[in-house]
């Protein structure tokens, strides 16, 4: 053996065996990483806050997700607009009724493409640039939550669901937004209180137009 053959640094076969085991854990997270019931779990698609990306707690999503299938009924088309932790809990197979319901998830942000032909691309800014294969009141339930607490922005997206709802709409914001939700959408706040994977400083309210069970839980 060469001096240069001394300088190799070498492994035991304990050190050797348990490096090998590390590695076969890592590759096996990474293949259920991609799982297809892994691609709908709220939060599979990371927070970015610089696109005010706020995901509701499971249980949140799960009480929506359900609101929703109750009131779109069998067959129903339910349109989550910029609310994609509703869309992924409708489409993860684990709420009752969710396969008798089609569910689209309307965002901006394109990380949610990889939902194939359910993702619509959405700016607020654009409310009614939607595509041709989106027909004028062809949803019989719409659930949004804008990313601004403010009257522009709800102004617009309210011209969008509009646009959208053949009647129903369930909308989630800040409770500092009643009044402008009242005048531009004509819906009232419910007592159900939404909850965020993380503490926001702005309380969260639901608002409805129709009688809804969200306010008798
Ligand atoms: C306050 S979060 C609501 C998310 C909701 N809490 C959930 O868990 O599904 C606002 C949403 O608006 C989206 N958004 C950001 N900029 C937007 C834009 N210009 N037009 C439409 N949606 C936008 C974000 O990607 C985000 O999903």
């Not at 060469?2 to 293949?31: G, I, K, M």
């Not at 339910?78 to 309307?106: E, M, N, T």
């Not at 709409?169 to 009643?178: D, N, S, Y």
Request: aromatic residues 10%.
């Amino acid at each position: 053996m060469s001096d240069s053959d001394d300088d190799v640094p070498t492994l035991s076969a304990h050190t050797l065996a348990a490096l090998q085991e590390f590695y076969n854990e890592t590759r096996t997270d990474a293949d259920h990483s991609t799982a297809p019931s892994d691609q709908f779990t709220v939060g599979a698609v990371t927070e970015d806050w610089r696109m005010s990306q706020f995901w509701y707690s499971d249980e949140t999503a799960t009480r929506l997700a359900e609101e929703a299938i109750r009131e779109a009924g069998e067959g129903g088309r339910i349109a989550c607009v910029s609310a994609p932790s509703v869309y992924q809990k409708l489409k993860q197979g684990v709420v009752d009724g969710s396969d008798r319901v089609s569910a689209f998830v309307l965002e901006y942000d394109r990380r949610f493409a990889s939902y194939g032909d359910d993702f619509i691309f959405y700016d607020y800014n654009e409310p009614l640039s939607l595509p041709a294969s989106v027909a004028p009141q062809s949803f019989d339930i719409v659930l949004a939550d804008p990313p601004y607490l403010s009257e522009e922005c709800l102004s617009k997206v309210a011209k969008t669901i509009k646009y959208l709802s053949k009647g129903k709409v369930l909308l989630c914001t800040g409770a500092i937004m009643e009044n402008h939700a009242r005048d531009l959408l004509d819906v009232k706040m419910s007592s159900f209180l939404p909850k965020h994977n993380r503490q926001l400083s702005n309380e969260f309210r639901c608002f409805v137009n129709y009688p809804s069970r969200l306010s008798s839980c």
